[in-house]
């Protein structure tokens, strides 16, 4: 309140992101089978095997030890193959019952049914300026439709206000959020989990404001970019930024100077910014677990094996692996096997979503 009353302008708006899904080219499949010992295993299209692995032993209410995960190098997954689905669930249990392997491969329809999409999500912001742009503090609202059941979605209404920092100078900030529960299909983490759509509503905010102050959109924001090596108004540690030269670029590479409220009716420029996390367990949720780990095994005839609990995806996460150990022992790539998502073998991961 005292950011905001020491402002020349306060700007208030309310916005509304619908939501979408996601569309992975593969849909979610699984198999479950029970060996001669009565462990079962299940194969799935997943992007979590060691959370699934946890969630799985739990809900049939079978030891850790008698289960085994093995995530099959899968066709996409952007967030919707993250959580432990029901035909999981289902094929695992008719498996133990049946005593035989179980197959459910969903159709796209039903993939939808099942969703774990982005929120919907109703935003409120109140932001102070002063007159030549600079932003004095900043509070912002959002209320999710979370459908019926919880999945990710505290990590989603968590990261639909902490990243608004991480782009533009705010000396103050606030941040409530609140998560409702409705009968729909359950949303979850989606490409930016949470992320996209307070900044789909901070930057048409600042345009709103570029116009009612008479400074060129581009110019506001590049007189507010947050500065390297410096701390946020909610203790985020900023590194190094590029954005104000990505934002000279575009402006000289989109000739905005002649473009912008310069084209006929109906045609027009426009600018938006903002901020990129890699990995979300370590930068965000910092603590001394382990987020992922790697065990090596070589033979006598120098072939190396990797063993690590990520999830290839369609990322290259398995190339990557590969390439980091020859360089290190000085090896070829092609001496090199990767061994990965099997919860009976790899060390524990926490999965391969934000951008892993």
Sequence with gaps: NEALARADHVFEDVF???????????????????DGEGKLTLWSSTQVPHYIHRALANALQIPPAHVRVI?????????????LHNHEIVVSKAAILLDRPVKICLTREE?????????????????????????TGMHTQTLLDGGAYGGYGAASTFYTGVLQTTT????????????????????????????????????????????????DPAELRLGIVAKPNTLTANWLKLGTIGLAE????????????????????????????GAYLCGAGLPIYWNKMPQSGVQLLIDRSGQVTVFCGATEIGQGSDDVLAAIVAEVLGIDAYDVRCVTGDTGLTPVDLGSYSSR
């Design 111 to 135: 993939v939808f049914y099942m969703h774990r999409g982005r929120h919907p999500v109703l935003m409120k912001m109140r932001t102070g300026v002063t007159k030549d742009g600079k932003i």
């Design 246 to 273: 990505c934002i000279r670029k575009v402006v000289a590479s989109s000739d905005w100077k002649n473009k912008f409220k310069q084209l006929p009716e109906g045609r027009g420029v426009g600018l938006a910014c």
């Design 16 to 34: 509304f992101y619908q939501g979408n899904t996601h569309l992975p080219i593969e849909q979610h499949a699984s198999v479950a089978a029970v």
């Design 71 to 83: 995530a099959c190098p899968n066709g996409g997954g952007f967030g919707g193959k993250c959580d």
């Design 168 to 215: 533009y100078e705010i000396p103050r900030y606030k941040f409530d959020a609140c998560r409702v529960f409705t009968n729909k299909p359950p949303c979850g983490p989606k490409r930016g989990h949470g992320t996209p759509q307070p900044r789909f509503g901070q930057e048409v905010q600042l345009d709103k404001i570029a116009e009612k102050l008479k400074i």
